[in-house]
């Protein structure tokens, strides 16, 4: 049974550093996380006692429930150092797919604005010299912003200007709890939730957004789960009623084969034809399509208040 606070946790944990060990710290704590906080909801919590303090115990711990979250979205986590040494590989996580590509994680309280090219790429770059990824087509950096503003427009700019653009994704930590809690709740698979990440815009809370509605709306009008009968081959769902009329005449006869979709919805195929619809308008727009975005997808965003 979890904890209620991180301090109840941290107290029995002990010290967190880069120490080496299955006795270690870090490796209790990471140990603990795994075996009892399967809920978002728990490891919410966890995060926002953590970013109410600035304590050095404080901020390590957040690096690694960021990275705990990854498993809920069922990557393969590997946790990255608290401190970086010289020639060390600096990253915050690497969350890998069964699917294959790896997201490699950059966590940062506020957008900073830096006239360089984005970090995340660098260190990308660096993995791909030392063999721990094939090359850029395996890897996705993503910015996770703990506080953000309403607009990344700083970190955006960055990303846009950069070669790499098309590999590098920015996502608030609450947008990502709302992947998590729809993954917990079976509305989303993990094969969701890499195509979300690996969209076509820098920018991915505005796509969360969308799925977050999609996958609740179709949990709203799909029936209640049946159970599946005894054979092996799956259900071919059919498309939902689109009249009240059609609805009552389903209802009204009796003894006929059940059309309506069953289990939980599959969000793959939609989610796919989003991604080729923003790369068609990478394609046509070009040069303008930061203002393009900002201008279709306005009314998603200052729907955020982060």
Same mark, same amino acid.
Request: overall charge negative.
């Given at each position: 049974m979890s904890a209620t606070s991180i301090d109840e946790v941290l107290a029995l944990i002990g010290h967190l550093d880069d120490a080496?060990?299955?006795g270690s710290g870090r490796e209790k704590f990471r140990r603990y !996380?795994?075996?009892?906080?399967?809920?978002?909801?728990? *490891?919410?919590?966890?995060?926002?006692?953590?970013?109410?303090?600035?304590?050095?115990?404080?901020?390590?711990?957040?690096?690694d429930l960021i990275n705990h979250l990854g498993r809920l979205l069922e990557f393969e986590v590997t946790f990255g150092p608290y401190e970086w040494l010289p020639g060390q590989i600096a990253f915050n996580g690497r969350w890998k797919s069964t699917w294959g590509p790896n997201i490699i994680i950059e966590i940062r309280k506020r957008e900073v604005y830096?006239?360089?090219?984005?970090?995340?790429?660098?260190?990308?770059?660096?993995?791909?010299?030392? /063999?721990?990824?094939? /090359?850029?087509?395996?890897?996705?950096? !993503?910015y996770v912003i703990a506080r953000p503003r309403v607009h990344f427009t700083h970190l955006e700019k960055a990303i846009l200007e950069h070669v790499q653009a098309h590999q590098l994704r920015i996502a608030s930590l609450d947008?990502?709890?709302?992947?998590?809690? !729809?993954?917990?709740?079976?509305? +989303?698979?993990?094969?969701?939730?890499?195509?979300? *990440?690996?969209?076509? %815009?820098?920018?991915?809370?505005? +796509?969360i957004e969308l799925v977050s509605r999609l996958a609740q709306r179709q949990a709203a009008e799909g029936p209640a789960a049946q159970p599946l009968p005894d054979h092996e081959e799956p259900l071919v769902a059919a498309e939902p009623a689109s009249q009240k009329g059609d609805d009552r005449a389903e209802e009204e006869s009796e003894g006929q084969p059940d059309e309506e979709p069953r289990g939980e919805p599959e969000l793959a195929g939609e989610l796919e034809r989003i991604?080729?619809?923003?790369?068609?308008?990478?394609?046509?727009?070009?040069?303008?399509?930061?203002?393009?975005?900002?201008?279709?997808?306005?009314? /998603?965003?200052? %729907?955020?208040? *982060?």
């Open positions: 080496p060990g299955d !996380l795994r075996d009892n906080v399967t809920d978002p909801e728990v *490891l919410q919590v966890y995060v926002n006692q953590c970013l109410a303090r600035s304590e050095e115990r404080y901020v390590r711990a957040l690096q830096s006239p360089y090219r984005p970090t995340l790429s660098r260190v990308i770059e660096q993995m791909i010299d030392e /063999g721990e990824i094939a /090359g850029w087509h395996l890897a996705v950096g !993503l947008s990502l709890f709302i992947l998590a809690a !729809l993954k917990h709740r079976d509305l +989303l698979s993990h094969q969701d939730v890499l195509t979300v *990440l690996r969209s076509s %815009s820098p920018t991915t809370n505005w +796509l991604a080729e619809e923003l790369v068609r308008v990478f394609a046509c727009f070009g040069d303008c399509l930061a203002d393009s975005l900002e201008a279709i997808f306005t009314s /998603g965003r200052d %729907s955020e208040d *982060l």
